[in-house]
């Protein structure tokens, strides 16, 4: 059980039952896919990126942030997950997020699309740790005593000394203004999505500051690779950190979620390679499906769920045709039709080598994840 939230700062204290959690995913991690992850047992949740200023605004992005029954609270915590580049701001998108009952709030120092009008935000303030460190500081003085306020990071901006130094110094500020944790993606913002995370700089920063963290009641977690539920407790043991997070290894397949709570439960590796059966698979295709249209409308669920779907199709023994079919998918009626045709008759999943391990997702796609990652953060990469 890892806890949220420091004695002494007399903010709430949030539980997390397992040492994982589905990540911010722009574009992905809405309240359809969180629920689905939940069900499979994902103890938190985060939301995607959201801009304060489409907080502050109004209209449909503050609608976009608004909690669902069973998505929030003790039994179901969620994370509000923000992005800006101005302290005032960014502190006013907070407490806006505190009003509407996160459990939550994190900022986010990771994203690496470009900055827009010549501000940094997202990982871009990893370079300019002085601007990092005053949105830290504003947020907890807006929130601090009332919720757990965390970073998301990158390891560094570029594989510079100075960005490396840069990167301590925000991280120290962090916990030294009290924050209550940080997850740490390995990769730099330069890196974006391409190649693998550098596992050892987990460890390192464990090794640095994992004790001192301990007794500031600061949780460390760690991002990158974490494809299957396997991997989960490989960064656990590799690097020493609190707390995992599952980014795209859990989009299309929540069940990594069951793998890994059933591992913890029985000890058995064999429960972290279980793969759905087909039934099973389409029971949840249906289900997220249906959470999507009445969260957006059928028109939207219907694009928006070609890229689960395409995601969804490893898992299935003739992946390849299943994908080619979703990625034809434009309607509700496409939808069912390939639901039907591929998932209509039960039959054993794809055996779990098959679909691991993900390197050409995690690989080829890395600019395709950056546009995707900005294009749902609604910036664009305009200078
Ligand atoms: C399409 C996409 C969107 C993302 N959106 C967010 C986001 O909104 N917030 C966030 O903290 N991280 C975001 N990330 C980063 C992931 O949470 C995670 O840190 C990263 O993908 C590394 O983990 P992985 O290699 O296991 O996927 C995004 C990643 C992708 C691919």
């Not at 965390?150 to 840069?166: I, N, S, W």
């Not at 500031?216 to 991002?223: E, K, L, N, Y």
């Not at 928006?304 to 299935?316: A, P, V, W």
Request: hydrophobic share 45%; proline share 4%.
């Amino acid at each position: 059980m890892l806890i949220f939230g420091s004695p002494a700062l007399g903010s709430r204290r949030v539980s997390v039952a397992a040492p994982f959690f589905q990540a911010g995913l722009a574009g992905y991690s809405d309240y359809a896919m969180r629920a689905v992850a939940r069900r499979h047992g994902c103890p938190l949740c985060v939301t995607e990126a959201m801009l304060d200023q489409f907080l502050i605004n109004g209209g449909k992005g503050l609608d976009a942030a608004r909690l669902h029954a069973g998505d929030h609270g003790a039994a179901a915590p969620i994370v509000g997950q923000l992005m800006g580049s101005h302290p005032k701001e960014i502190a006013a998108g907070a407490k806006i997020l505190v009003g509407l009952g996160y459990d939550m709030v994190d900022v986010n120092l990771a994203c690496p699309v470009k900055k827009i009008k010549k501000k940094a935000r997202g990982g871009h303030l990893l370079s300019v740790p002085e601007e990092a460190v005053e949105i830290l500081d504003s947020v907890m003085q807006a929130v601090g005593s009332l919720v757990p306020v965390t970073v998301k990071l990158r390891r560094a901006y570029d594989d510079t000394p100075e960005m490396a130094r840069a990167f301590t110094v925000i991280f120290e500020k962090a916990m030294g203004l009290g924050l209550s944790g940080a997850v740490v993606h390995s990769r730099t913002v330069a890196q974006k999505y391409r190649g693998a995370g550098h596992r050892p700089f987990l460890r390192q920063l464990m090794d640095t500051y994992g004790a001192h963290a301990k007794s500031r009641h600061f949780v460390i977690g760690g991002s990158g690779d974490v494809w299957c539920a396997a991997d989960i407790f490989k960064m656990l043991d590799e690097t020493g950190v609190d707390l995992v997070s599952v980014a795209r290894g859990c989009i299309g397949n929540p069940w990594v979620f069951e793998q890994a709570r059933a591992f913890m439960r029985t000890g058995d590796p064999a429960e972290l390679a279980k793969v759905p059966g087909i039934s099973q698979q389409r029971a949840v295709l249906l289900e997220h499906f249906e959470l999507s249209a009445a969260l957006h409308g059928e028109a939207v669920a219907g694009r928006e769920m070609r890229k689960f779907g395409i995601r969804f199709s490893r898992l299935h023994p003739r992946g390849d045709e299943v994908k080619n079919a979703f990625i034809r998918v434009h309607t509700l009626a496409d939808w069912r039709a390939a639901l039907d045709l591929w998932y209509g008759a039960d039959g054993p999943g794809a055996p779990y080598e098959k679909t691991l391990p993900l390197e050409a997702f995690g690989g080829q796609a890395s600019e395709e994840c950056a546009d995707e990652c900005g294009e749902a953060c609604g910036m664009a990469e305009a200078v």
